[in-house]
């Protein structure tokens, strides 16, 4: 009679066992994939609020670089040249217009040889700073000056957060 309930109580035993390994077991392994892909979905969340303000600045300035469509190619106007008396003021208009696309000119100074000698052209270096962002409407607004013949060099270096930008222009004179 003891070996009997000995043979009894080891099947019941192995089957409490086969039990928790067969159901339990795998069950609380498939928690723990859960668990390890929640903690990963977290942190991905986490890092998708940490990222929407740098996706809302590059909407911004993608938005502010779709404001013209494009970039219409700078050629002599009707043949409006620039006169000796409006050389002058040449250097107060890309001051204004820098003004308006809000950059601070540091320099706007014409090239001494292109006014003493007899070319067609008045070569201007225009020295700014300011957002780069906002260069490309500038572009388009001196494009739209009717002397300017074309800009021979851009050049863009960063000074803190903002940028320098070195054009040198080339308008049609008299």
Do not use: C
């Not at 070996?3 to 066992?17: D, E, Q, V």
């Not at 069950?27 to 303000?53: H, R, Y």
């Not at 500038?138 to 803190?160: K, T």
Request: net charge neutral.
């Amino acid at each position: 009679m003891q070996k009997r309930n000995t043979i009894h109580f080891l099947i019941f035993a192995s089957g409490i066992l086969a039990f928790i390994f067969l159901m339990i077991y795998p069950g609380q392994m498939a928690l723990n994939e859960m668990d390890e892909e929640i903690m990963k979905s977290s942190a991905q969340i986490e890092e998708q609020k940490i990222l929407i303000p740098v996706l809302d600045n590059i909407l911004k300035k993608e938005a502010l670089l779709k404001e013209v469509e494009a970039l219409p190619f700078p050629s002599l106007k009707s043949g409006v040249k620039l006169t000796l008396s409006d050389t002058g003021k040449i250097s107060s208009i890309f001051q204004k217009m820098a003004r308006d696309h809000q950059f601070q000119v540091k320099s706007a100074r014409p090239d001494v040889k292109s006014l003493i000698d007899d070319s067609e052209y008045l070569i201007m270096t225009l020295v700014m700073q300011g957002n780069f962002f906002h260069l490309y409407n500038f572009l388009i607004q001196l494009s739209g000056i009717p002397y300017v013949a074309h800009v021979e060099e851009i050049r863009i270096d960063a000074v803190g957060k903002d940028r320098e930008i070195r054009l040198k222009i080339w308008l049609a004179k008299e």
